[in-house]
């Protein structure tokens, strides 16, 4: 088992350009979640998924677009990439919705420059 | 609006001096409390689940407690190994599992 794996680990990009980050896991599990973190803000929800084919925005989701095609994969992509949202970008992923089975298991991280 | 207050943002340890860091929070309708360790350069590592005032959870030399208002994780007799920021979430009542974390407590153990 992997768990949550995020391509690429490291990424620079120039204003203006695009990239898609990619989020896979093998558990099965039916909520997906990418978050970003910044120096002193802590992890904020940019868009989520409760299951394949479904999506929805979170706190901080101007600027990038997601897609789960499949269920075990979530991806994140950014149109045209600003400096603002250089951070370091993670995936999560839940079981479901029951009660006992809350907790989100992270990815490792994707560290994203946008110069 | 759903809140989450760490403090401190950042706490020094000798090897063996045990303390607690602290979660504040306002949250419409708790359904749980989360604690992670993360490590620099890695995920968020779970630690704990927290659902009732009272609660409490253990796991080697850290304690999770949880009141209507607040979390604390107390660290006894700490080791260098557990130098890391330990971040707290809450999720409210709604089934989507949206986490609102806090800023973090960076915890240094120095031998």
């Known amino acids: 088992n992997a768990g949550v794996t995020q391509t690429p680990k490291f990424r620079v990009l120039k204003t203006g350009q695009s990239m898609t980050l990619l989020c896979a896991q093998d558990?099965?599990?039916?909520?997906m979640y990418w978050y970003r973190q910044d120096p002193g803000m802590g992890l904020r929800l940019i868009h989520y998924?409760?299951?394949?084919?479904?999506?929805a925005k979170g706190e901080v989701p101007d600027g990038y677009n997601v897609s789960r095609l499949k269920k075990q994969n979530f991806l994140l992509g950014l149109e045209s990439a600003a400096p603002s949202q250089t951070s370091v970008y993670f995936c999560?992923?839940?079981?479901?919705?029951?009660?006992?089975?809350?907790?989100?298991?992270f990815g490792p991280g994707t560290r994203l420059t946008v110069l | 609006e759903d809140q989450v207050t760490q403090s401190p943002e950042a706490l020094r340890l000798q090897e063996g001096e045990s303390s607690s860091l602290n979660c504040s929070y306002t949250?419409?309708?708790?359904?749980?409390l989360f604690w992670y360790r993360q490590d620099p350069g890695k995920g968020p590592e779970f630690l704990f689940t927290?659902?009732?005032a009272g609660e409490e959870k253990e796991k080697e030399r850290l304690k999770a407690t949880l009141t209507k208002k607040e979390s604390f994780l107390h660290i006894t007799a700490p080791k260098p190994e557990d130098s890391a920021t330990y971040l707290c979430?809450?999720?409210?009542?709604?089934?989507?599992?949206?986490?609102?974390f806090g800023q973090g407590t960076t915890l240094q153990v120095k031998p």
């Open positions: 999560a992923s839940r079981v479901s919705g029951h009660l006992t089975s809350d907790t989100q298991y």
């Open positions: 927290l659902y009732s």
């Open positions: 998924s409760v299951g394949e084919g479904t999506t």
């Open positions: 949250v419409s309708g708790l359904r749980g």
């Open positions: 979430a809450v999720q409210a009542a709604s089934n989507t599992g949206k986490l609102i």
């Open positions: 558990m099965n599990h039916e909520y």
